[in-house]
């Protein structure tokens, strides 16, 4: 008597969201100690635009949540034609000041002819009260001044965390 084996493949079981199929597991499903990453890569348009327009790039976390910056990376991809005008760019939570970092980008990185990379700390220049931020998304901005007639793209990478304030 011959014994016959079957091989039957193990699946890795998947993250079942709402039940109504098979989906990615989203920032929203992970534990809140788990850092997460956003990134987003802006046009000439949205540059010139966000003094009067902010760009948000990491949505509102949700009723009594707030989101914790570790760290931001803008990298700037020069067009050929560089920007004028402009202000220093920085991240704040949605309709405030506040930002949750050190620094800001200068205006110089999309005014001169080269490509350049910026990295913003977490804020340890002052405390944050962030029983105002919650529920805030975050969004980049430059408040000084537009930048215009230019071209290029620009790539921000945050790393950052929710919690949850109780």
């Given at each position: 008597?011959?014994?016959?084996?079957?091989?039957?493949?193990?699946?890795?079981?998947?993250?079942?969201?709402?039940?109504?199929?098979?989906?990615?597991?989203?920032?929203?499903?992970?534990?809140?100690?788990?850092?997460?990453?956003?990134?987003?890569?802006?046009?000439?348009?949205?540059?010139?635009?966000?003094?009067?327009?902010?760009?948000?790039?990491?949505?509102a976390p949700g009723a009594g949540k707030v989101i914790i910056v570790d760290a931001i990376l803008f990298?700037?991809?020069?067009?050929?034609?560089?920007?004028?005008?402009?202000?220093?760019?920085?991240?704040?939570?949605?309709?405030?000041?506040?930002?949750?970092?050190?620094?800001?980008?200068?205006?110089?990185?999309?005014?001169?002819?080269?490509?350049?990379?910026?990295?913003?700390?977490?804020?340890?220049?002052?405390?944050?009260?962030?029983?105002?931020?919650?529920?805030?998304?975050?969004?980049?901005?430059?408040?000084?001044?537009?930048?215009?007639?230019?071209?290029?793209?620009?790539?921000?990478?945050?790393?950052?965390?929710?919690?949850?304030?109780?």
């Open positions: 008597m011959a014994i016959e084996i079957h091989k039957t493949p193990i699946n890795a079981p998947a993250f079942q969201g709402d039940g109504s199929g098979l989906k990615n597991v989203g920032s929203a499903a992970l534990n809140p100690l788990v850092q997460q990453v956003a990134q987003m890569t802006l046009t000439a348009a949205q540059l010139i635009a966000m003094k009067n327009t902010s760009q948000n790039i990491i949505p990298q700037f991809k020069n067009g050929g034609n560089v920007f004028t005008g402009g202000g220093a760019i920085s991240f704040v939570y949605h309709g405030t000041a506040v930002t949750p970092h050190t620094g800001t980008v200068a205006a110089t990185v999309l005014t001169t002819n080269a490509p350049d990379v910026q990295y913003l700390g977490p804020n340890v220049t002052g405390a944050i009260d962030l029983q105002s931020e919650i529920n805030l998304g975050l969004d980049i901005t430059n408040a000084t001044a537009s930048f215009a007639a230019g071209n290029g793209s620009a790539i921000v990478t945050i790393w950052y965390s929710v919690v949850t304030l109780g």
